[in-house]
């Protein structure tokens, strides 16, 4: 019997660990991140969801005779955004992942 309540302890530890895993992912869902391009022209708020929730131009930023300068700054800011998410992931969700190679974390 005494292997059973090693056994109880350790899914009670694993339950824990799975509600506080959980907590910091909401946490984490919640939490705006800013990507910016070159010169700060362009600024792209990002939820832990890499969901986009703002984007902002500076009137410098927009030249109807280069959209392409346009485009390319906001793809550098979306792509700061998103780094700064998988950052805050890797930090924040990474300590309960940590050495268990599961696919997505």
Known sequence: MRGMGNMQGMMQKMQKMQKQLVKEQEELNKTEFVGQSQS????VTMNGKHEV???AL?????DPEDLGMLEDLIQMAVNDAVEKVQKANEQRMGKYTKGLNIPGF
Do not use: I, P
């Open 40 to 43: 700060d022209l362009v600024q």
């Open 53 to 55: 929730v703002k984007v």
């Open 58 to 62: 500076k009137q410098e930023a927009v």
